[in-house]
């Protein structure tokens, strides 16, 4: 384990595994503290272990979050603001795909999961986030939201999954992504807090559990590793190469251009402005 990062703490959101167990085990190799938030204390005490002994660092915890519910949302970020003193990164990895269904507040999953609870997540950390600066908010969007196409309808988002296999509910969760990372830079600039969103690859994680059995390990082969879907979100969360940047959307540890609509400045404003509405009752 080196020292580089000794004092510092980063928040990784669905670390238990995919890119973000791989995320938390390098982070852990760096000597920070690292605090893996997820929904299955039964599925992640077993990581935190495995990541403690890899990387030799024994400042590795659970904490519980599940993104779906925007109370234990709020439980989960009282609670670090309650015991931290500082947060360096906070990462948004968490994500569902292909999966239908509704939040407990009646959002339909993806958008709840992967944009909104991140969203209020996000919102609550920030005075902590100010407090330690130069801090990062990293957030693990997808090439996926290219294929929204034409408007992006935002009344659309409430009740369950409406397609079959909820894949375009994914890609509109993965355009608020890069849009929530736009106006979050935008409303922080000059604050020392900087923003990144970031596509990882098409990897061989657990995301693609609901792929038919025969197919799946066929389908992975084509993919890359954990490790190498990780180092995009490794780049933006600790290269002094992007500390200068925010809001902007990276793909291989490179800066690239998002889609015309995740450009969209008005839409990325009517997203925050609508988001904020529907996480009133939790700020
Ligand atoms: N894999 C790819 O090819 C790919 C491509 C583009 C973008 N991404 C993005 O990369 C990120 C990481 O995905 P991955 O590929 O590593 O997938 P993964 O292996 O399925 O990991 C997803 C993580 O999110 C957690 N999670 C799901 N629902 C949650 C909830 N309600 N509350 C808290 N945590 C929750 C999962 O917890 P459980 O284990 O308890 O389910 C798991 O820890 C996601 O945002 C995904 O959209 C992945």
Redesign the pocket.
């Known amino acids: 384990m080196s020292q580089e990062d000794k004092g510092k703490v980063y928040v990784i959101?669905?670390?238990?595994?995919?890119?973000?167990?791989v995320t938390a085990l390098e982070l852990a190799k760096r000597g920070g503290r690292i605090l893996m938030?997820?929904?299955?204390e039964q599925?992640?005490l077993p990581v935190v272990e495995e990541v403690q002994k890899e990387s030799g660092n024994s400042d590795v915890h659970f904490i519980k979050?599940?993104?779906?519910?925007l109370s234990?949302v709020k439980t989960c970020a009282s609670h670090i603001l309650d015991t931290e003193e500082r947060l360096d990164v906070l990462i948004?990895?968490?994500?569902?795909?292909s999966i239908r269904g509704e939040?407990q507040e009646g959002f339909e999953l993806a958008f709840g999961?992967?944009h909104l609870?991140h969203f209020l997540f996000t919102q609550l950390l920030l005075p902590l986030l100010k407090k330690s600066t130069p801090s990062r908010v990293v957030t693990?969007?997808?090439?996926?939201h290219y294929s929204v196409k034409g408007a992006l309808n935002l009344d659309a988002v409430k009740g369950a999954t409406d397609t079959y296999v909820g894949l375009k509910e994914?890609e509109v969760?993965?355009l608020c992504?890069i849009l929530f990372t736009k106006e979050l830079a935008k409303r922080l600039e000059g604050s020392g807090v900087t923003c990144y969103a970031l596509?990882?690859?098409?990897?061989?994680?657990?995301?693609?559990?609901r792929i038919p059995g025969i197919i799946r390990p066929l389908a992975k082969m084509f993919?890359i590793s954990?490790e190498e879907?990780a180092k995009t979100t490794l780049y933006c969360a600790t290269s002094p190469d992007v500390a200068g940047e925010s809001g902007l959307y990276y793909d291989e540890c490179k800066q690239k251009k998002p889609s015309k609509l995740a450009r969209d400045e008005a839409l990325a404003s009517e997203l925050w402005r609508r988001s904020e509405e529907w996480v009133a009752d939790f700020v």
Do not use: E, F, Q
């Open positions: 959101t669905g670390a238990n595994t995919g890119i973000g167990k938030a997820c929904r299955s599925k992640a979050l599940d993104l779906a519910s234990s948004n990895n968490a994500g569902v795909a939040t999961v992967n609870g693990v969007a997808s090439k996926a994914y969760s993965k992504n596509h990882p690859g098409v990897v061989a994680s657990d995301i693609w559990r993919m954990n879907g």
